[in-house]
């Protein structure tokens, strides 16, 4: 009964929860976004830190949008939870810096008592960087809890063991070609009408969504649900990035990665123009059928010609397949990187990459 069900209702519970969860809307992103940085700029330590990249060991890695569970049916980290547990071992040995860019806790479906219960072994990974002064934890819509709950200082204080501050962004500075390059990091839900703090979005996730997505055993994370609802999204914080001077914006809440303002099937199409220009047939049969799997998958390419390469977007923890993506800056580059199964051991692999100080050239052309 439970595959028939699955069948009929998956799509339609799927497209409901999309269209309850997300609106983005031109005019209240760029106002919230660019508020934001402002306030981060002129009052570091308030809505948002200022850190300079040298003071950081030049290593960031950022992750996003884990949506840490109570271990049901609905829990989308569940499966992905020892490819996230091996990432944080190689982060945390290799000196970097980790910003949590936003929804780590699904607290929209589940109490911070489940929550807790249930992911000691992540959270005991992320203490060992806070202990080190190596962790910045910003909120987003799916756990604004930590921005508004009077008790939310407590709560954070029982999971890893001192008071930790929650920020709504952070901005990392690093000096290029005697020029400083900003890279704003913030959750990436501003703005966005449905899940900018909006009650009926909670409720219904909470009370319709969570209950069906329990009985259904579905995890809607995967490119092939909502992709022009996620790329509208994604274009419009392209939009606002394009406009800023020597600033690149990194964002999650989408769980759709972006490098340099293109997906990873419109990097594909840019790859594939280049190895045609170079006759280069083997690259070219390569290429295409990786666009074939992309496309399978449902990934859908937008019109990406002549994109300034200033925005990115960290992608999930909780893909359906247990693959993590993640942003990282280390030693002047920066590189969008997954975290996968290979035999049931956790793989890095690095999916795109670019020099920082190219990124900011072309920002300026």
């Known amino acids: 009964m439970r595959k028939l069900f699955q069948k009929l209702f998956t799509k339609p519970v799927i497209w409901a929860a999309n269209k309850f969860s997300s609106k983005p809307d031109k005019e209240r992103i760029f106002t919230a976004l ?10 570091p330590g308030k809505k948002g830190l200022v850190v300079d990249l040298k003071d950081i060991n ?7 949008d884990q949506h840490k569970g109570t271990k049901n049916d609905a ?10 547990l091996a990432a ?22 589940n109490t911070i008592f489940g929550v807790k219960k249930h992911n000691t072994a992540s959270f005991e990974k992320e203490k060992l960087f806070l202990q080190q002064k190596r962790f910045t934890k910003i909120f987003g819509n799916h756990d604004l809890y930590w921005d508004n709950d009077p008790l939310a ?8 063991g001192e008071k930790i501050p929650i920020y709504e962004g952070i901005i990392i500075t690093a000096a290029i070609n005697n020029q400083t390059l900003e890279i704003y990091c913030t959750h990436g ?7 900018d703090g909006n009650w009926f979005s909670k409720w219904f996730v909470a009370n319709v969504w969570e209950p069906l997505q329990a009985y259904l055993k579905i995890n809607p994370n995967t490119p092939a649900y909502n992709v022009q609802l996620k790329t509208l999204h994604n274009s419009l914080m392209y939009a606002w990035s394009s406009v800023q001077k020597n600033t690149i914006l ?23 123009e280049i190895a045609k220009q170079k006759n280069d047939m083997a690259a070219v049969k390569e290429i295409e059928s990786h666009i074939t799997v992309r496309q399978n998958k449902g990934d859908a390419a937008t019109d990406f010609t002549k994109f300034k390469p200033g925005y990115f977007n960290s992608g999930c923890c909780c893909f359906n397949d247990g ?34 100080a190219g990124v900011m050239g072309r920002l300026n052309n």
């Open 88 to 109: 944080l071992d190689y982060y945390y040995q290799n000196g970097f810096y980790y910003v949590n860019l936003g929804d780590s806790e699904e607290l929209w479906e």
């Open 75 to 84: 829990d989308d980290f569940a499966l992905a939870e020892k490819n996230y």
């Open 323 to 356: 693959d993590i993506t993640g942003i990282e800056i280390e030693d002047g580059k920066i590189r969008l990187i997954k975290w996968e199964y290979d035999n049931d051991i956790s793989t890095r692999k690095v999916l795109e990459e670019s020099e920082l």
């Open 250 to 272: 990194i964002t999650g809440h989408t769980h759709q990665p972006v490098f340099e303002s293109l997906t990873l099937l419109e990097r594909l199409y840019d790859r594939l």
């Open 58 to 64: 030049q290593r960031v890695v950022i992750l996003s």
């Open 189 to 195: 839900h501003q703005g966005d009408l449905q899940s």
């Open 153 to 160: 200082g407590l709560e954070l204080q029982s999971i890893y």
């Open 34 to 43: 660019t508020d934001l940085h402002e306030n981060i700029k002129e009052k």
